[in-house]
């Protein structure tokens, strides 16, 4: 698939690197060639210096056989008419990352299909959904439902009081048949895990599972379950003004912002949530607005480390449930060891968003989830697709990859060796960062 990226700013240089590893055709476009020089040096693309919004320059870099053009340029306005320009020029599909809200409201997304804008992203939505998603499942690290919900994705960051540590793969198999533990976290490295491998305290797990059978991880991993009531938010980000807006009364929301000018154009945009101003790094501040007796402490502010201490700082005061913003991906996998309950990262939000479009199957269907080191797909068989020719023990599957289950006449069911893939299924796929292409061989 060719693919041009135009910005090379954080996003789209995130989204270089990731899509490189899928051995894809890879074009990143800015108008600095010093934002170019070094990823340009470093991976397998090819760099373009010229503007996204040139007629020229986009013919030039060969936009009328692009697949795939994606614009992640600073400005809102520049990626819309940079997708409008790709799309009346020849390219397949179109994405652009936005900033507005109100562009995703339903009665004004076909203007942008009409004029060429295939796909809108909103990083800051999809984090707001993901804070949701935390609050809603305290016990998980990480939530994420397949195919409406046939098959549910858990990861759970497992302490020395779960029952299940200390054992391996093969034995938790053996007494618990409704899960399957699709990968296992451990520090800075993401285990596609075997029958002998041993299951440790501190492992972030992914299990496999259908949704009658979840609550039995609970027990399972040494977790409580609770109800989220009262949220302190620090930092009046977009995020945060999308999640007020979003959770409308099912949360108390409090938002602590330091910047009494914003602090007004919180009060303006959400009207529900209790507006405090104030230094949410001020330990006496958390103290005055009663932090001992929230459930959830959510950080959103700009500064990563900011928001691991702030989250750290909230575990002591007692709160069960704490969700950090980190931006920095090299931070990511040291707060994960930390005792800070859910990451949100916007970069790897919108790169499962955009991982989607590159599975060669029904968009309406495909999900794909992006992390740090490993992704998660959800793709259709193909009819006399490699997978279907043997059970799964037999596929011969690189060590890069599981098969978690499928999805089969509209039900979810794990899989096992003995099970037979037909075409139609919708399967679930475990793969490290850079076997999304070998997965597609298989199903295609």
């Known amino acids: 698939m060719k693919i041009l990226i135009a910005g090379a700013g954080e996003v789209g240089t995130h989204l270089a690197k990731l899509l490189t590893r899928e051995e894809q055709d890879i074009t990143l476009l800015d108008v600095d060639p010093s934002k170019l020089e070094t990823i340009g040096a470093n991976y397998n693309l090819m760099t373009w210096v010229g503007s996204a919004l040139s007629f020229d320059t ?47 409201a339903p009665g004004n997304r076909d203007f942008f299909t009409r004029s060429g804008v295939k796909t809108l992203i909103y990083p ?39 029952p299940i540590v200390g054992l391996q793969i093969k034995e938790f198999a053996m007494a618990q048949r409704n899960f399957h533990v699709s990968a296992i976290k451990r520090r800075h490295e993401t285990i596609i895990p075997r029958g002998d491998d041993r299951i440790l305290d501190g492992d972030i797990l992914y299990f496999t599972t259908t949704r009658d059978h979840v609550d039995e991880l609970i027990d399972l991993c ?32 409090k938002i602590i912002e330091s910047n ?58 007692g709160v069960p449930k704490t969700v950090a913003e980190v931006e920095n991906i090299q931070f990511i996998a040291e707060a994960e060891n930390l005792n800070i309950s859910t990451i949100i990262n916007k970069k790897l939000l919108s790169s499962s968003a955009i991982f989607q479009m590159l599975l060669d199957v029904d968009s309406t269907t495909s999900k794909c989830l992006a992390m740090t080191d490993a992704e998660v797909a959800e793709i259709e068989v193909k009819p006399r697709s490699k997978v279907t020719r043997a059970q799964v023990k037999d596929l011969k599957l690189s060590r890069d990859m599981t098969i978690a289950g499928l999805i089969r006449n ?16 919708s399967v679930v796929v475990f793969c490290l960062s850079g076997a999304l292409h070998k997965v597609e061989r298989l199903f295609n």
């Not at 520049?78 to 809200?101: E, F, H, M, P």
């Not at 602090?263 to 001020?282: F, Q, S, T």
Request: hydrophobic share 45%; proline share 2%.
């Open 58 to 104: 986009l013919k030039d870099a060969g936009i009328a056989n692009t697949d795939l053009f994606i614009a992640v340029l600073p400005t809102e306005t520049d990626n819309v008419l940079a997708c409008q320009i790709a799309s009346s020029l020849g390219a397949k599909k179109t994405v652009a990352r936005i900033d507005n809200y109100e562009f995703m």
């Open 260 to 317: 009494r000018e914003r602090c007004e154009l919180l009060a303006e945009r959400c009207p529900k949530a209790r507006i405090v101003y104030g230094d949410a790094r001020d330990i006496e501040t958390l103290r005055d607005e009663d932090i001992s007796d929230m459930e959830a402490f959510v950080a959103l502010s700009d500064s990563s480390e900011t928001n691991i201490l702030a989250c750290l700082t909230a575990k002591e005061f």
């Open 410 to 425: 509209g039900r979810g069911q794990l899989v096992t060796g003995m099970t037979t893939i037909e075409a139609g299924d």
């Open 124 to 162: 800051e939505y999809l984090a707001a959904l993901e804070v949701i998603t935390a609050l809603e499942r305290p016990w998980v690290r990480h939530w994420f439902e397949i195919h409406d919900g046939q098959l549910i994705l858990v990861g759970v960051k497992l302490r020395d009081n779960a």
């Open 222 to 253: 040494g977790k409580r379950n609770y109800d989220v009531r009262n949220v302190l938010v620090m930092g009046g980000s977009r995020v945060a003004i999308r999640l007020a807006n979003l959770v409308g009364d099912r949360y108390r929301i």
